[in-house]
């Protein structure tokens, strides 16, 4: 009986060194394996199938990289746009260097070219904040005699100075279905040893200062390293609280940031100069200047774009060629000159259409053949000051449309002061005509008489 027992758990210590030693050798085959495997070349005969080779699967992430990172970290040429940007407003563009504009840059884009002031500033010395509102004041005339030519451009910081010479406008008796914008003069009325002045105050660029940030850093640095010796044997844990609580204490960048955010960069303050120009002059006669004229002139450069002759938006206005009897003017029509157009020689003939209503009264007057000067402007008030007799049709008063023709004439000092005897009054020199600004009738009832 022992016998047998004994032979059973010999049997059992058997299957147990048995299982222990397949395990050790399956451990000792599979390190075998992994310290072969290393040294096995890769197979030429590899199939299609095969995952890739090592040098293959780490190409892509590499791709990825350059395709995210910045033009400077792959090594390629910076951008064209963004080192030389091209900004515009309106009619004016400029390239920039690194979004800045150069004087040079202004130079060709300003000396020698004529633009008309969109307000029609008279003054002679001009000064415009940085979106171009006019700071001071200046009586506002008729753009005829509004053209600036400029002739020197200078560039600082804070300001933008441009010099040249105003130009009037004398159109050459053209009706606007001729292209009256081909049919003019310009003459030159700034007086000799003189010029027009206009600045611009310029959007000053705040830059962060490098300085501050690497002290604030340092700053920062010294006081964690404080925090952590006095923390002493606490937890590492009490000792990131103490750091995340001492931030807030030091407002300094924050501060700096955002005083950074807000002001502006180069582009936008080189945009923002480019968009008070625009605001001011205006290259050519365009809608946003025609706008802003008096109806004398819009409904002229509305029949001159549709190339027509001015015709009423009211079809109950006749033509006197319909009317029974033709309304006629029953008073004299002299309208007053200008100092430009009087020192430069500037007289003739103008034609003007006028509505005049039912009751004899002037309803509108339009330019027909202007003579430009700002003796236009004379003529439209004179017009609508003088007396008409209303047209007829059968037996009733109708409102019509009749050209008025216009004479301007030069008048000699010997003319002007005698006219001042004969009313008794001191003879006083010509007023800058300003159809645009509010006269007082004091002035509009001297204006009248000459």
Avoid at 36 to 49: E, G, H, R, Y
Avoid at 107 to 131: C, I, P, S
Avoid at 261 to 269: D, H, K, L, R, W
Wanted: glycine share 6%; proline share 7%.
């Amino acid at each position: 009986m022992r016998t047998s027992i004994d032979a059973l758990h010999e049997m059992r210590n058997l299957l147990k060194c048995a299982h222990i030693s397949r395990a050790v050798c399956g451990f000792v085959v599979l390190s075998a394996i992994c310290l072969i495997a290393p040294c096995q070349t890769p197979n030429p005969d590899q199939s299609p199938s095969a995952p890739p080779a090592p040098d293959q699967a780490t190409s892509a992430p590499a791709t990825a990289a350059e395709a995210t990172a910045s033009p400077s970290t792959r090594g390629d040429a910076p951008s064209v746009s963004v080192k030389n940007s091209v900004l515009s407003q309106g009619a004016f563009t400029v390239q920039t260097v690194g979004g800045e504009i150069k004087e040079d840059q202004l130079k060709l884009l300003l000396v020698g070219k004529t633009m008309y002031l969109r307000a029609g500033y008279q003054e002679n010395n001009l000064e415009f904040d940085e979106h171009g509102r006019l700071q001071g004041h200046s009586p506002q005339g008729s753009f005829t005699l509004s053209q600036i030519q400029i002739n020197k451009v200078k560039l600082s910081k804070r300001k933008l100075e441009l010099e040249g010479d105003r130009y009037a406008l004398h159109f050459l008796g053209a009706a606007p279905y001729e292209d009256p914008t081909a049919a003019t003069d310009r003459v030159k009325i700034t007086p000799k040893k003189k010029s027009v002045r206009i600045y611009f105050v310029r959007e000053e660029v705040e830059k962060p200062k490098k300085k501050d940030k690497s002290e604030n850093k340092k700053q920062k640095h010294h006081a964690k390293n404080e925090d952590t010796e006095t923390a002493g044997n606490q937890p590492s844990s009490a000792g990131s609280d103490i750091s995340d609580s001492a931030s807030p204490s030091t407002p300094g960048d924050h501060q700096s940031d955002k005083k950074g955010t807000a002001a502006a960069s180069e582009t936008q303050a080189s945009q923002l100069l480019l968009s008070a120009l625009d605001t001011v002059f205006s290259v050519g006669i365009d809608e946003r200047m025609i706008a802003t004229m008096p109806e004398f002139w819009k409904l002229y450069y509305q029949a001159a774009a549709e190339k027509t002759d001015y015709k009423p938006a009211d079809p109950g206005v006749l033509r006197q060629s319909v009317v029974d009897q033709k309304a006629r003017l029953i008073s004299a029509l002299d309208p007053p000159s200008n100092e430009f157009a009087q020192a430069n020689g500037v007289a003739g003939i103008a034609l003007y259409h006028a509505v005049i209503g039912s009751d004899g009264k002037v309803e509108a007057v339009v330019a027909g053949r202007p003579i430009g000067f700002g003796l236009d402007e004379s003529a439209d008030q004179t017009i609508r000051k003088a007396t008409f007799q209303p047209a007829m049709k059968d037996g009733k008063p109708v409102p019509v449309t009749l050209d008025v023709v216009v004479s301007f004439r030069i008048y000699s000092k010997r003319t002007s002061q005698q006219a001042a005897t004969d009313t008794g009054q001191k003879p006083e020199s010509p007023a800058l005509p300003g159809p645009y600004t509010v006269q007082s009738e004091t002035a509009q009832a001297s204006s009248a008489v000459h």
